[in-house]
């Protein structure tokens, strides 16, 4: 069984541009959750999404969204980029309710 | 963003010794997971732990939820070159299943 897939694993981009994220999950896995990884503030719970609505959100401004596709597959998109946005990007599934997450290995952002 | 206290941040073993590494938090949890990331990667699930006081074994893993809901403890035995990494507590709350509150991280080095 595949695991979680993140595309792409590295990007860079310049501040002030936007950058879209992509998920694939676990088949047959509804429920997906972003996570921020920062040698700093660590793992943060970005959101989560259920059968195409986010079901739960982190404290994360507005410039960080996401949606969910009726295959369950996952985007999330960062606008106006910031150098602090320099992260992992982690993407998990879970089948739903109190299902352990499993993360994919996600994507290096770069912000310069 | 909250982070659990987890204790110790590092530490250098011997191969053959035994690791006993803990997290504590100011809130209830329902489940406790315990995760090992190497570099590079993402999170992988070691051990889930569903009930207070339950004990959890995995191989030459064992965990076990605290009585309080508050805390867990993840003991590794007989450690080898291959546990070298980075080991994360998670909480996961009454609400908000996916919304993990994860802990600061143990960094563990084994030496031959």
């Known amino acids: 069984k595949a695991g979680v897939t993140q595309t792409p694993r590295y990007l860079i981009k310049t501040r002030g541009q936007q950058v879209t994220l992509s998920c694939s999950p676990i088949?047959?896995?509804?429920?997906v959750s972003w996570y921020q990884q920062t040698p700093g503030q660590g793992l943060q719970f970005l959101f989560e999404?259920?059968?195409?609505?986010?079901?739960n959100k982190g404290n994360f401004p507005g410039r960080f969204s996401g949606r969910q596709f009726s295959n369950s597959r996952s985007e999330m998109n960062v606008s106006t980029l910031e150098l602090g946005d320099s992260a992992l990007y982690l993407c998990?599934?879970?089948?739903?309710?109190?299902?352990?997450?499993?993360f994919g290995n996600g994507t290096r952002l770069t912000v310069t | 963003g909250q982070q659990l206290n987890q204790s110790p941040q590092s530490m250098f073993i011997q191969e053959g010794e035994d690791v006993s590494m803990n997290c504590t938090s100011s809130s209830i949890f329902n489940t406790w997971l315990w995760y090992k990331q190497d570099p590079g990667e993402g999170p992988v699930l070691l051990i889930a732990l569903y009930k207070a006081g339950e004990l959890t074994s995995n191989g030459r893993l064992t965990a076990q939820f605290g009585i309080t809901r508050k805390d867990s403890f993840l003991n590794i035995s007989a450690s080898i070159p291959s546990d070298v990494g980075i080991y994360f507590c998670?909480?996961?709350?009454?609400?908000?299943?996916?919304?993990?509150?994860f802990g600061t991280g143990t960094r563990l080095q084994v030496t031959l």
């Open positions: 998990a599934s879970s089948l739903e309710g109190r299902s352990p997450l499993h």
């Open positions: 088949s047959g896995h509804r429920s």
């Open positions: 998670a909480g996961q709350p009454p609400q908000g299943a996916s919304k993990l509150t």
């Open positions: 999404y259920f059968s195409e609505t986010q079901r």
